[in-house]
């Protein structure tokens, strides 16, 4: 291997030991074999730190943290502290790759002079159940700064329709970096247990610090469906966090980076998205109907609720969004759960 890889795939991992292996062998099997692994073991309490060790004995490209426990994305920050690679990328450790992807990718950004380069992705529960994700039909470039800040943007919403062609999605598992970038501008993840997503904040401030960028039409990423996934677990706080998270994306717009003020309902609709996910996992959880209720109405009475209500442009939301919405911001409990329920219906039978 040269003295500088060309690509850092880091991977945090952590109580994955039935999925590990399906990763590791997309990554060690890449045609591109100038490929630096970090695998980040955060403190994983299965045998997974054992068959990182190894993973590290058998292939000398292969890099192993053995940390304590604090979460993705600060897994992620130890790797990025060691990485050497001229572009870096990132894997969960219950994914995995396409064997060509990497060699694809960082041969179109050295052709084009990217900065970043972003890719479609596979969502499967097993070998029968798929559902591919593309934000894009064709392959696109944009150098245009003005475009590439609204891509930054769209990454927490789309309020209007218009702003759908820039929504390009904000996984760092679906894009490959250039690392320079990251380093010059010291960009590392924020928490999720304290912002809910990592992945966006650092999404989003990197695009800024671009100057040219891709998105590609290939289907690479093939993320899990993982029940035992974070994301997927019933947390009753979570609105909380995510007015945390909007508050702290429409100060980064208004006052770190100085967009105009009326930019601020990007982050207001981050909150709308998740107040409508987060309603889906409680209405269809085992609680009671009057836990449900209670809570349902804890969250349409905060602050920071009534002020999106008056202020987000819910008319140009889709149709079924736009009626979701109206129910949860009018404090309409049944209306909301039957809407919710139902769209959850349509779109479980349109996955099987």
Not at 171 to 180: H, N, Q
């Amino acid at each position: 291997m040269n003295q500088q890889p060309k690509v850092s795939v880091i991977v945090p991992i952590y109580n994955v030991e039935p999925y590990l292996d399906r990763c590791m062998q997309s990554l060690i099997h890449q045609t591109l074999k100038d490929i630096e692994i970090i695998l980040v073991d955060d403190g994983s309490p299965d045998r997974c730190p054992q068959m990182c060790d190894e993973y590290a004995k058998q292939d000398s490209r292969i890099k192993v943290i053995h940390k304590v426990n604090r979460g993705l994305g600060y897994a992620r920050n130890s790797g990025l502290e060691i990485s050497q690679g001229e572009y870096v990328t990132f894997i969960d450790s219950d994914d995995y790759i396409d064997l060509k992807a990497y060699k694809t990718v960082c041969e179109l950004m050295d052709s084009e002079n990217l900065d970043e380069l972003r890719f479609s992705c596979n969502r499967f529960k097993n070998d029968k159940s798929h559902s591919p994700l593309k934000y894009t039909s064709h392959p696109i470039i944009i150098s245009d700064k003005k475009n590439i800040e609204l891509i930054a943007l769209c990454i927490f919403d789309t309020p209007k329709q218009k702003y759908a062609i820039y929504e390009w999605g904000g996984s760092s598992c679906m894009a490959v970096f250039r690392r320079k970038i990251i380093e010059e501008k010291q960009l590392r993840f924020v928490s999720e247990r304290e912002y809910i997503s990592e992945d966006y904040i650092f999404n989003f401030e990197f695009y800024l610090h671009s100057n040219k960028i891709g998105y590609l039409d290939s289907t690479f990423y093939h993320y899990r469906i993982n029940p035992n996934s974070l994301t997927r677990k019933i947390n009753l706080d979570a609105i909380k966090k995510a007015e945390k998270y909007a508050r702290h994306i429409e100060k980064m717009i208004t006052q770190d980076y100085k967009m105009p003020t009326h930019n601020t309902i990007f982050g207001m609709g981050y909150y709308v998205r998740a107040l409508r996910s987060n309603m889906k996992f409680v209405f269809l959880s085992d609680l009671s109907i009057s836990t449900k209720y209670s809570w349902f109405k804890e969250q349409i009475n905060t602050e920071y609720c009534k002020y999106v209500s008056k202020t987000y442009p819910y008319k140009d939301l889709p149709i079924k969004q736009k009626l979701c919405y109206k129910a949860i911001i009018n404090g309409n409990f049944i209306l909301s759960y039957l809407i919710i329920v139902l769209f959850s219906k349509i779109r479980k039978n349109k996955f099987k």
